[in-house]
């Protein structure tokens, strides 16, 4: 399960349209009319700037083409170990959506079903709106297949070792004896997710913790990206920090996009163009990012070793830790773990 994104410039109102029409990811005033209106408004004013970013980036998301490359290679190594499987996509605001998903799978002749979220950080705005609309959608298709659902997996140490040596990649391209700040540049939440109790932000804390202690000692920073919408986000914000940096006589940074799995428009754009951009100017020197998780090879064996545990225990016929079983007809409570 992931976001998805708008594969030709054509689909982007239409895909910020589904966005913005979610409470689930976005409480927008007023309430389920306010939400319809509003975000309707909010996706056609944003049209126009937002193609122009795609256009820059190709023309369409590469979140599908990432995402199928991370499902061939977690299925390829599961069937190594012995396991009987299949993977569809299943993304929340465009295609292929949780219809799809479930016309293949069903088409393939699995008998249960394990969602795996590809956001490791959980928060309701993305897993437990992509878990609620699975499960709407099997309820509406009578379909009865067991569920079961991996929620987080933020503090998985073979993900910690994968997205640390992406890190250390990155650093290895800096000057001889340079020492540069490290900006962990996690996706923006609307603030009241977390006065809600989302917990988000003490996920993120702990990849961040996780992964530097992987690494040599080195400055670091928080901050988030991608702010959207009329309502208050968390802080800072990554644009805020790179200034604060930059006055600070910061001239290396190494950007960590903490939050993605993939490469789409906040790296391709938005961190490497609109944030590289704006480092320059300010007079840091060397700004970089690591490669995307994309499909390096121990973020896939990662993925596998994440995966693997729960199918191991649904053949043995027991709960994995942390399990969440459910079915297209039951009510989930879609809490965190």
């Known amino acids: 399960m992931n976001l998805g994104g708008p594969d030709r410039l054509e689909a982007v109102r239409p895909f910020l349209t589904r966005l913005f029409s979610d409470r689930e990811i976005i409480r927008l005033p007023g309430g389920p009319l306010g939400q319809w209106f509003i975000g309707r408004m909010i996706a056609y004013s944003r049209t126009k700037e937002v193609q122009e970013n795609y256009a820059r980036i190709g023309g369409g998301s590469p ?53 795996f979220t590809l956001y490791p950080h959980y928060s309701m705005a993305t897993t437990g709106s ?17 569920l079961e659902r991996i929620d987080t997996w933020y503090d998985h140490p073979s993900y910690l070792d994968a997205l640390a040596g992406r890190v250390r990649e990155a650093l290895a391209k800096f000057p001889e004896g340079v020492k540069p700040m490290l900006l962990f540049s996690a996706h923006g939440l609307p603030k009241h997710f977390i006065d809600d109790g989302d917990p988000y932000v003490g996920h993120i804390e702990a990849t961040i913790e996780g992964v530097l202690a992987r690494l040599p000692a080195l400055p670091h920073v928080l901050a988030y990206q991608s702010r959207v919408g ?76 994440i995966v693997e545990p729960r199918l191991r225990a649904a053949a043995a016929g027991v709960a994995a830790p942390g399990s969440t079983p ?5 009510r989930v409570e879609l809490s965190a773990r």
């Not at 878990?131 to 509406?140: F, G």
């Not at 459910?326 to 039951?330: E, K, L, T, W, Y």
């Open 63 to 115: 979140i599908v083409f990432w995402s199928t490359r991370q499902g061939e290679g977690m299925v390829k190594r599961l069937r190594e170990r012995g396991h009987d499987v299949e993977y569809a996509l299943c993304m929340r605001y465009w295609d292929p959506d949780s219809n799809a998903a479930l016309d293949r799978l069903e088409a393939l002749g699995c008998d249960r079903l394990l969602a």
């Open 130 to 146: 992509s878990a609620a609309e699975l499960i709407r959608v099997m309820k509406r298709r009578g379909t009865r297949l067991p």
């Open 230 to 305: 009329p309502v208050e986000w968390i802080r800072p914000s990554t644009d805020q920090v790179i200034d604060q940096l930059a006055a600070q006589g910061v001239k290396d940074v190494c950007v960590v996009p903490v939050s993605f799995v993939s490469d789409h428009i906040e790296t391709l754009y938005e961190v490497d163009m609109l944030y590289g951009d704006q480092a320059k100017k300010a007079g840091i020197v060397n700004f970089m990012r690591p490669e995307g998780l994309n499909d390096y090879p121990p973020f896939l064996d990662a993925l596998t070793d």
């Open 326 to 330: 459910a079915r297209g007809d039951q």
